[in-house]
């Protein structure tokens, strides 16, 4: 294809104008490689067909970029997407995985709290229960006491013999049960006046001018057994140093009572 | 002129540009679609809408067209011609298709159904106007660019329908082109002339 017939046809127009078939097309191109005069007119004719277009332009709406870009977005992306919800999908298990580590953290930390409290709960009920049997069996042992020494008094043999105080002791009396045939002595301490933490009271037996002890007088009940001392005359109550004497201190003698 | 000589420096300014954005563009750079639809969506556009004269359906091709351009960038080849050039062809084919598919009957029918629904489209006249140099330019040579350009015509199509021979159509078109080339190197000069100037 020569030259001067594509220009008389106004071939380079029409090819600009994209009116030419395939063939006519590869045909121009190469009449346009190999000829740069040809080539300058058909760059004049686009420069000029260019200039005609932006001369007569008309603003599209702004919406048509808008939807074009985003167009082009969810295209460009649709590959991406998959990847995008595989890793979504993976963040998601990763995030369950995770979550669910968490919790089995949380709750192993829960658990092993509750473990330690409960432990801690065990052994104040274990303390709470030996507390509970040490007191079960004091009182245990105190009703044991208690009934002996109920028993000792309501004992049908037991005489009763009430040791008056003296002038070292006016407003104190002993109440005391004695029963000979059982061997017991019991006693009321219940308005001895009470003493310092220096003394104490302790009660003695007088066999045949001797003075034989009977035991210390406890503080802390008002009801207890003492020894039982056998020919005894009279009963005899003394204030002693703290935790006893061997010899009566006959000075400080608070009350007696003969026996018959 | 001033104005025509706005918008050709315009495109001078942009055309250094192109290069870089074009080759950005095959490297499926949004930002450069982004800027080359900026410069050449409103001479596409409205070539667009003076072939389908319809509004919705234009913008639909417009953005069809510029997708297009996305997607087989990389088919375009600067040594062969102008970016516009491309895109024009892009959109002209994109339009033809559709009128194509939908004017059957205008095919078959006789020339007053095509004038009847001509009539029958509602477009704001105005987008059916000519601008700049082409409004300077004989009424004969006018219309031969007109439909060669902006209507889609075939050379074949155009000369019928302005009723003269094709030869008589080319050479029509041939000298419109250089009245328009002779427009647009007085504006180049004018250019030239402020650019020297400052």
């Keep these: 294809m020569d030259k001067k017939m594509i220009l008389d046809n106004g071939l380079l127009e029409q090819y600009l104008l994209g009116e030419l078939n395939a063939t006519e097309c590869e045909q121009i191109e190469q009449a346009l490689a190999s000829d740069a005069e040809l080539k300058s007119h058909f760059d004049q004719l686009e420069e000029d067909f260019e200039s005609l277009g932006l001369e007569n332009a008309i603003t599209p709406p702004a919406s048509v970029k808008s939807q074009l870009l985003d167009q082009i977005k969810s295209a460009s992306n649709s590959p991406k997407v998959v990847a995008l919800q595989q890793n979504k999908r993976s963040k998601f298990y990763l995030g369950v995985a995770a979550s669910i580590a968490a919790l089995l953290l949380v709750g192993s930390f829960w658990m092993y709290n509750q473990l330690n409290s409960v432990q801690e709960q065990l052994q104040t009920v274990e303390t709470n229960n030996s507390e509970l049997n040490s007191t079960i069996e004091n009182l245990n042992k105190e009703l044991e006491s208690n009934k002996t020494l109920y028993a000792a008094i309501v004992h049908p043999d037991t005489e009763q013999y009430i040791l008056k105080g003296n002038t070292q002791m006016p407003d104190g009396k002993v109440v005391s049960y004695v029963n000979h045939n059982t061997k017991s002595v019991v006693i009321n301490t219940e308005r001895l006046p009470k003493l310092d933490d220096e003394h104490d009271y302790q009660m003695w037996a007088d066999v045949e001018g001797e003075m034989i002890n009977m035991g210390v007088i406890s503080k802390d009940t008002n009801l207890m057994a003492m020894s039982y001392i056998d020919h005894a005359e009279s009963l005899n109550i003394t204030i002693e140093p703290a935790g006893g004497n061997d010899h009566p201190t006959v000075e400080r003698l608070v009350t007696n009572v003969y026996l018959d | ?198």
Aim: hydrophobic share 40%; charged share 25%.
């Design chain 2, 1 to 198: 002129m001033d104005e025509q000589g706005l918008t050709f420096g315009k495109s001078l300014t942009l055309m250094h540009n192109d290069n870089r954005l074009i080759q950005q563009l095959q490297n499926k750079d949004e930002y450069a679609l982004s800027l080359l639809y900026d410069k050449y969506s409103g001479a596409i556009y409205s070539v667009i809408l003076k072939m389908i004269k319809d509004e919705g359906k234009a913008q639909n091709l417009l953005q069809d067209t510029f997708m297009t351009v996305w997607e087989k960038a990389e088919k375009y080849d600067a040594s062969k011609g102008r970016f516009y050039t491309w895109v024009y062809r892009i959109a002209k084919n994109k339009v033809l298709n559709v009128l194509r598919k939908t004017d059957p009957l205008i095919q078959t029918d006789d020339f007053s159904v095509y004038t009847h629904k001509e009539d029958a489209i509602s477009i704001d006249s105005e987008y059916l106007e000519l601008n700049g140099a082409i409004t300077k330019l004989e009424a004969h040579h006018k219309e031969a660019i007109e439909l060669v350009y902006f209507k889609g015509l075939t050379h074949k199509e155009a000369h019928q329908e302005m009723d003269v021979p094709l030869g008589t159509f080319k050479s029509y078109v041939r000298q419109a082109l250089k009245h328009l080339r002779e427009s647009y190197a007085k504006t180049l000069g004018l250019l030239l002339l402020i650019l020297n100037a400052l």
